[in-house]
């Protein structure tokens, strides 16, 4: 096989994440008890972050839309400030735009997809538009990874068939967007989760990082 396009995760997988979610998370749902009479803590901590918004969300819709309205902007707000901080100390892998110029010489389209927002982004990644044929950030997508529309939606702006297309992640959901929207998967272990977890998933590829994942992409003459 040889691919057409590649779609990369962005924090972990491009650049060195800075984001902590669980410091988020908890204010999140510091937030949420003020919002809520009682809230079941077993239940709400194992939802992702913005799928944890999501649900807060709904839930406060059944009593007041009002409410439910100001929780979602003051955690949107919450988000984003902290995303913000945390981009302030992030930066690309040293060898990430190597290995994007090395990709673009051979024809390659380059997408990129992510949780985070614009800004955050462009303030590690300023050219990133000028850089790669396809960016999605959370707030392009009715639905981000996870969910299958993420990738689908990508493949489709790349103008690419999905049995060309490769995902790059670092995480479990990256690994399960892919596989949900049909798409090849390779998982780098730059980001925080164990290149045995990662393993246990059953990607099609796993390196270290992205430029030892263009090595092994290379000697296998999928590009």
Not at 73 to 92: I, N, S, Y
Not at 107 to 132: E, H, L, Q, W, Y
Not at 140 to 160: L, S, Y
Not at 188 to 198: I, K
């Amino acid at each position: 096989m040889q691919y057409k396009g590649i779609i990369f995760d962005f924090d972990g997988t491009l650049a060195k994440l800075t984001i902590d979610f669980e410091k988020i998370k908890k204010k999140i749902i510091a937030l949420a008890d003020i919002f809520f009479d009682e809230l079941d803590h077993g239940v709400i901590k194992e939802y992702p972050l913005l799928e944890l918004i999501e649900f807060l969300t709904d839930n406060l819709k059944k009593t007041s839309l009002t409410l439910a309205k100001e929780f979602n902007t003051r955690c949107r707000l919450l988000l984003v400030d902290m995303e913000l901080r945390a981009a302030r100390g992030g930066k690309l892998f040293p060898f990430t735009m190597k290995v994007i110029s090395n990709l673009r010489h051979r024809n390659i389209k380059i997408g990129i997809i992510s949780r985070n927002c614009t800004p955050a982004i462009k303030m590690v990644f300023p050219d990133i538009d000028k850089v790669v044929d396809v960016f999605l950030p959370r707030e392009d997508v009715d639905k981000v990874k996870p969910h299958p529309n993420h990738i689908i939606k990508a493949t489709q702006r790349m103008g690419i068939k999905k049995d060309y297309v490769l995902m790059v992640g670092d995480h479990p959901m990256d690994i399960l967007c892919a596989k949900s929207g049909g798409v090849d998967v390779a998982a780098v272990c730059s980001g925080n989760v164990s290149c045995e977890e990662l393993k246990n998933l059953d990607p099609e590829f796993l390196a270290k990082d992205i430029y030892e994942l263009y090595k092994i992409l290379d000697q296998k003459k999928c590009i």
